[in-house]
């Protein structure tokens, strides 16, 4: 059975970082990219960042560029985004998502996925 689950998220001030995990259960790694994607009430759905299954090549959201790392641990079927500086903006729900024989940048672009994880919280506020 495919799975995803999410860990991290939370409440942060300005400023502040915050580290989410995703472990993909159920299928490997290599052969699917893994993106996260976030929603904030009342706006479209958004891709963060996103990591290619073959060979691990990262594509980042603007928002994301310069201030989240993604980031994977193949031993553990398991992918990370570092958030750091983080902004009021910032605020969503962001979910996991894997995608089969897929690339980042085209996951991230279409929002595509075969597989979502539950959805965390993140809160950015003083």
């Known amino acids: 059975q495919v799975q995803l689950v999410q860990s991290g998220g939370g409440l942060v001030q300005p400023g502040g970082s915050l580290r989410l995990s995703c472990a993909a259960s159920?299928?490997?790694?290599?052969?699917?990219?893994i993106g996260w994607f976030r929603q904030a009430p009342g706006k479209e759905r958004e891709g963060v960042a996103c990591?290619?299954?073959?060979?691990?090549?990262?594509y980042y959201g603007e928002s994301a560029k310069g201030r989240f790392t993604l980031s994977r641990d193949g031993t553990k079927d398991t992918v990370f985004l570092q958030m750091d500086s983080l902004k009021p903006e910032d605020t969503a729900i962001y979910y996991c998502?894997?995608?089969?024989?897929?690339?980042?940048?085209?996951?991230?672009?279409?929002?595509?996925?075969?597989?979502w994880g539950p959805g965390t919280q993140v809160t950015v506020s003083p």
């Open positions: 159920g299928f490997s790694l290599p052969y699917y990219a």
């Open positions: 990591i290619s299954g073959h060979d691990g090549s990262t």
């Open positions: 998502a894997a995608e089969r024989l897929s690339l980042g940048e085209a996951m991230c672009a279409t929002g595509m996925a075969d597989y």
